[in-house]
């Protein structure tokens, strides 16, 4: 049984930076594609980032290209997503999920999700 859960929301200013961490477990993670979307008040769910698992391959949505990472530390099955420089609509629940390796475009996991407020 996978199991995503995710850490580390909180407030911060704008111009500021953030670290979510997503804690993986219940299986063996190679071939997967692990990635991070977010939900703000009002909108739907949008993709941010993924990384596959065994190759380190990223992938970013236009809107925080050159100011959000994502990381792997596979040996102890955590995935970050370094925020910085980040904005107002910043403000979103942010989820982390898995997608297996023959699950086409859909993620098969998903997280509770962690909130991230950003003022201005």
């Known amino acids: 049984q996978v199991q995503l859960v995710e850490s580390g929301g909180g407030s911060v200013q704008a111009g500021g930076s953030l670290r979510l961490s997503c804690a993986a477990s219940g299986r063996t993670f190679s071939g997967y594609v692990l990635g991070w979307f977010r939900q703000g008040p009002g909108k739907e769910r949008e993709f941010v980032t993924a990384?596959?698992?065994?190759?380190?391959?990223?992938s970013f949505a236009d809107s925080v290209k050159g100011r959000f990472t994502i990381s792997l530390d596979k040996a102890k099955n955590l995935v970050y997503l370094q925020m910085n420089s980040l904005e107002p609509e910043g403000t979103a629940v942010y989820y982390c999920a898995a997608r297996s390796p023959r699950a086409g475009t859909s993620y098969d996991y998903w997280g509770e999700g962690t909130h991230v407020t950003v003022s201005s």
């Open positions: 990384i596959s698992w065994s190759a380190g391959l990223t």
